[in-house]
């Protein structure tokens, strides 16, 4: 039995979705395992961590940087309910126990996603530990995401990955050239336009890419992984923003993506050659994934 229960019948790879799954209950996903993975992330980019301080608004790269945490990730962990912090494991594919995790939940769905969406590469996973009361900043991530709640409860809001009003084209530009989001900035009224879920254990939700997003625990804490891919669309996708933000910066104002199809095969064909020249990483792009169509996402 797959482990998330989606209605794939009405799936479609650029619109929001609510579903279901099965693991609440999993070994690898409880406190003690939890704090054992964050041992073995340390000395590595595997961890990311800030203090409850943080805002919906604040950026979110540099969120670790402006409100440090006040104790260890690993400490964190181990008693997330009064850290005061957020915690992230990045790419647990990485720990040969977590892989098999992550291939247990995208292996049973990969025949229903490409029936849809082909080419299914680059699976990640992420484990976020969150302590009451506390926001993960607006941001927009560079793959198709499947979000699932764990323990706790939380508030998601996420925007169809088409509001330009909420993230323009231009921002998306910037985060695919160099995984920029100063262009990625948070509006209170924003909320208004959301589609907002309230997540308990068992539940999750489906964001495209480049879908504007921003949480917020209750007051209790939370622990959500989720599960990440591209594809063959993701992949073209990324390309031509990353030739539109290379034109902007030569002085030239280049189609929207999907308004001129000449210009997005154009677009596609130059940066395929940029990135074979320049490598994952050169200039551009920020993702290896627009150079590899590995298996596994890499971390970066």
């Excluded at 939380?154 to 695919?176: G, I, L, N």
């Amino acid at each position: 039995m797959p482990i998330i229960d989606m209605d794939w019948a009405a799936f479609d790879p650029w619109r929001i979705q609510p579903f279901k799954h099965t693991l609440t209950d999993h070994p690898l996903l409880q406190t003690d395992q939890l704090v054992e993975l964050g041992k073995r992330c340390r000395g590595t980019k595997r961890w990311y961590a800030f203090s409850s301080n943080v805002t919906a608004g604040t950026d979110f790269d540099d969120a670790a940087t402006l409100f440090p945490t006040s104790k260890s990730a690993v400490d964190s962990l181990r008693d997330i309910s009064a850290a005061k912090a957020w915690v992230l494991l990045r790419h647990i594919q990485a720990d040969p126990l977590y892989r098999e995790l992550v291939d247990s939940v995208i292996n049973p769905i990969k025949p229903q996603i490409e029936r849809k969406d082909p080419g299914l590469y680059y699976r990640a996973g992420w484990i976020f530990s969150a302590s009451p009361n506390t926001a993960t900043p607006f941001h927009i991530d560079r793959s198709h995401v499947l979000l699932l709640q764990v323990r706790g409860t939380k508030t998601v809001y996420v925007w169809d990955p088409d509001d330009t009003d909420v993230c323009s084209e231009r921002a998306r530009d910037c985060f695919h050239l160099r995984h920029d989001l100063s262009r990625t900035l948070w509006h209170d009224e924003f909320r208004q336009r959301a589609h907002v879920f309230e997540l308990r254990p068992g539940m999750g939700v489906y964001m495209p890419l480049t879908s504007p997003h921003m949480v917020e625990t209750s007051n209790e804490a939370s622990t959500t992984i989720s599960f990440t891919y591209n594809t063959h669309a993701t992949r073209r996708n990324a390309k031509v923003h990353v030739m539109r933000e290379m034109l902007y910066r030569l002085g030239m104002t280049p189609p929207d993506v999907g308004k001129s199809h000449v210009f997005d095969h154009a677009a596609l064909a130059a940066a395929s050659a940029i990135v074979v020249c320049h490598g994952p990483g050169g200039h551009p792009p920020a993702c290896p994934s627009l150079r590899r169509r590995s298996e596994y996402a890499v971390a970066d």
